[in-house]
């Protein structure tokens, strides 16, 4: 059975101190609560990464990076890599989010290294894909979510594409006013398990965890995960406030 996962992305807030009183927070409420069915994850800024670690009971929340360098070492000031982010303690980490791809240019042959070297070191990479909003409206989501996929993790053995989760970003639903509603997200998640299966087999399709990355949140995530292709969510905004995020895992 295919893992539910719920995944914090604090993206670029708050200070080191900050996080660790978040994730400390986090990490009580979820062993208050009981869940064990549900794979809870922070997605912390670099600077965060050990400390946080070193605050939750990690047997019952994991840790991620949220990006990671496209080389394994070496001459590239700035860059955190791989090796860097799995010394830390992390178990995950983000790749090909819609804010890296649209504001810092990344590219599939970026992209490709980057899971890698994420692989080679035994993180377990949350993959993003998604359409903007022109691309919504002129009915070409599917062909651009199929070509991010083919040019990138599709590449991968099955044996190393088992190794990671899918998260699909509609971008055209975050913060555009413009609400996906349960049914498209559903149909979106179906079709992307589709395109597994006929590439990698349906064994490995209905094993690989595909979450939905836009605007998910404590009122709607029951809906959203009562649908029988969406196991779980890279959770925004709402992970940035304990009890908000526990709706969130406790919505299953």
């Known amino acids: 059975m295919r893992k539910k996962i719920v995944a914090g992305n604090w993206k670029c807030n708050t200070t080191v101190q900050e996080g660790v009183e978040l994730a400390k927070s986090v990490s009580e ?16 800024p670099f600077t965060h990464i050990t400390s946080v670690v070193n605050t939750v009971d990690t047997k019952l929340v ?31 980490v983000i790749l090909g989010h819609s804010e890296r791809r649209e504001y810092y240019g990344e590219t599939s042959e970026t992209l490709n290294k980057k899971v890698t070297l994420a692989l080679a070191n035994g993180l377990t990479p949350i993959y993003c894909c998604g359409e903007a909003l ?43 006013g413009v609400t996906a509603s349960t049914a498209q997200a559903q149909e979106m998640l179906a079709y992307i398990r589709g395109l597994i299966a006929d590439k990698f087999g349906k064994v ?11 605007s998910c949140n404590a009122k709607n995530a029951p809906e959203l995960f009562s649908q029988p292709d969406i196991d779980g969510g890279l959770i925004g905004g709402a992970s940035l ?6 709706g969130i895992i406790t919505a299953y």
């Open 29 to 44: 409420l979820v062993a208050k609560s009981g869940v064990k069915n549900v794979v809870v994850v922070l997605g912390t």
């Open 241 to 246: 406030k304990a009890e908000d995020f526990l």
């Open 204 to 214: 490995v399709a209905e094993e690989t965890s595909i979450l939905y990355g836009g």
């Open 62 to 92: 994991g840790v991620a990076a949220q990006n990671c360098a496209a080389e394994a070492k070496g001459a590239f000031t700035g860059e955190v890599s791989a090796t860097m982010v799995k010394s830390t303690g992390a178990e995950y």
């Open 134 to 176: 022109s691309i919504r409206e002129a009915n070409e989501q599917n062909t651009y979510v199929k070509n991010q996929l083919d040019e990138t993790i599709f590449n991968l053995s099955a044996e190393d594409f088992s190794k990671l989760a899918i998260a699909y970003e509609p971008i055209w639903a975050i913060g555009t």
